[in-house]
């Protein structure tokens, strides 16, 4: 089937979808450094480099799929964020963007905190030796035995979600003599601008406690009450992947305001407000971002100036990025294995991954890019489907994506920003390994997180 230039402009433009970029870059080979993580070039042959390394070489040493993490982005991020909310504030990573000991042990050194919400991340932070007083825990249910752990390592904060918990929480501090500093998490009844699946602050859903109807204030009185507990502060997370601060804003006034009526019926000032993560990061160049001090700024002042005008103490703000600092530092390197060319509709270019090493534009529709890596190519664009080797027609890594019209068997992918929630959510679909991810840093590279194994698979099966 041929490949020659579309007469009217990039071959299957008219199937674009309405509203999406009207046309391919100017140029194919170039990089968006909004998309890419800090290290990551061209050398003089064309092949993408990474912390110094070549794909190519990459790719041969740790096989493909593979996630390759570029650990000084990594660690500029933590630094800006931390530099960015000062010595008033805190930053925690939200782990469940991707955690593993190697990131553990580079939070600790950048001096960030450290949100985890089930066992195991919990179990994960601890080994790695990040001091229990700086992790929080989080979660809409979790378990005895995780609350057990948690109180007895000494946690910094227990994040709460609903009233059985709080009282759970309670009776298991009062049984092992300790006193626990909690936070409650308020739903603040706004609806953030993302996919539905990931906005957390409107009403009709399972997270935290309503602002509305006083249920957030009861939740106070009550845990007030309670031995077990000491209550420092609010917290609110509105959703995830968002761009616009009216969110936040809207979030911060409520939260706000709850800590006036608790000044006001009990008589103390809460100490702390936790705003939780969410902050949007560019997958395409589309994307706009803002930066951790354009978000530090903005969250300061909104906070700053409610409290000024209901005549409160400034509480200490905290923030639980994760995908803002995770995400725009690891790309995922694929093969191509087949290339399909559906006359007037599309290119299916097929790799050697798919929905079980990223899961999110199944799950969420979320739009990616995708650069040829392990050569430059004059080619005219093509617009490409990038698709996984599952048994599923939905398995798709990107949607819609203009690659070389000679992208051919063999040929390296890679998609940026998959730092966050990709490994993360990795699944064993059709009984694939979840790939390693490779930290990359000064010409060297380690694996942090190893390929599983088919030894691996069949070691679950005990029947
Ligand atoms: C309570 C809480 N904090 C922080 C995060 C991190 O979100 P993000 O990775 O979008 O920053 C999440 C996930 O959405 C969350 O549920
Ligand atoms: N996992 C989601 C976001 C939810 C984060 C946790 N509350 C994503 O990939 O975007």
């Known amino acids: 089937m041929s490949r020659s230039a579309h007469p009217a402009g990039p071959r299957h433009a008219d199937v674009l979808p ?14 968006d450094p909004r998309v890419w993580s800090r290290t990551v070039g061209r050398n ?23 996630y390759f ?12 964020w931390k530099d960015a909310f000062g010595p008033e504030a805190d930053v925690f990573y939200a782990g469940k963007a991707f955690l593993s000991l190697a990131i553990v042990r580079w939070l600790n050194e950048e001096g960030l905190n450290l949100d ?22 989080h979660g809409n249910n979790k378990s005895t035995e995780e609350i057990t752990r948690a109180v007895e390592a000494g946690v910094g904060r227990i994040v709460l979600d609903s009233f059985q918990e709080m009282v759970r929480v309670a009776h298991i501090a009062e049984r092992l003599g300790k006193r626990q500093r909690v936070q409650i998490r308020v739903t603040v009844g706004v609806e953030a ?68 009526e608790v000044r006001d019926e009990h008589g103390i000032e809460l100490p702390e407000i936790d705003l939780g993560g969410g902050l949007g990061i560019a997958y395409t160049s589309d994307d706009d971002p803002r930066e951790p001090h354009e978000i530090a700024t903005a969250l300061g002042e909104i906070v700053r100036r409610e409290c000024e005008s209901a005549g409160l103490r400034m509480p200490r703000l905290s923030v639980e ?7 725009p530092t690891a790309f995922t390197l694929y093969e191509v294995g087949t290339v399909k060319e559906l006359e007037g509709l599309r290119t299916y270019v097929s790799v050697d991954g798919g929905m ?51 992208v051919a068997p063999g040929d390296l992918l890679a998609v940026p920003a998959t730092g966050a929630y990709c490994r993360s959510m990795a699944s064993n ?35």
């Open 116 to 137: 985890v919400c089930s066992g195991g991340e919990l179990a994960t932070a601890l080994a790695a030796g990040m001091p229990a007083e700086r992790i929080a825990l």
């Open 321 to 327: 990025p994760g995908r803002a600092i995770v995400g």
């Open 69 to 80: 993490l570029d650990e000084d982005d990594f660690r500029a991020r933590c630094r800006a």
């Open 18 to 31: 309405e509203g999406h970029y009207a046309g391919p870059p100017a140029d194919l080979n170039t990089l």
């Open 44 to 66: 003089a042959d064309g092949v993408v480099t990474v912390g110094g390394l070549d794909v190519t070489a990459l790719a041969e040493e740790f096989g493909t799929p593979a």
């Open 193 to 260: 601008h993302t996919h539905e699946f990931i906005a957390t602050a409107h009403e009709d859903q399972k997270f935290g406690i309503a602002l509305a109807g006083g249920q957030a204030a009861e939740a106070v009185r009550r845990a007030l009450k309670l031995d077990g507990l000491e209550l420092i502060g609010i917290h609110s997370h509105i959703g995830s992947q968002i761009f616009d601060m009216a969110g936040f804003e809207v979030s911060a006034r409520r939260v706000v305001q709850l800590l006036t």
């Open 356 to 406: 079980s090493d990223n899961i999110r534009t199944a799950l969420y529709d979320a739009e990616y890019s995708v650069a040829l890596v392990s050569r430059t190519s004059d080619a005219e664009p093509m617009l490409s489907r990038v698709v996984g080797k599952h048994c599923e027609s939905g398995d798709i890594v990107v949607r819609d994506a203009f690659l070389p019209a000679d």
């Open 429 to 463: 679909y059709n009984h694939s390994l979840r790939p390693p991810v490779v930290a990359v840093k000064d010409g060297a590279a380690r694996v942090i997180v190893r390929r599983e194994t088919e030894e691996d698979l069949l070691r679950l099966d005990v029947g």
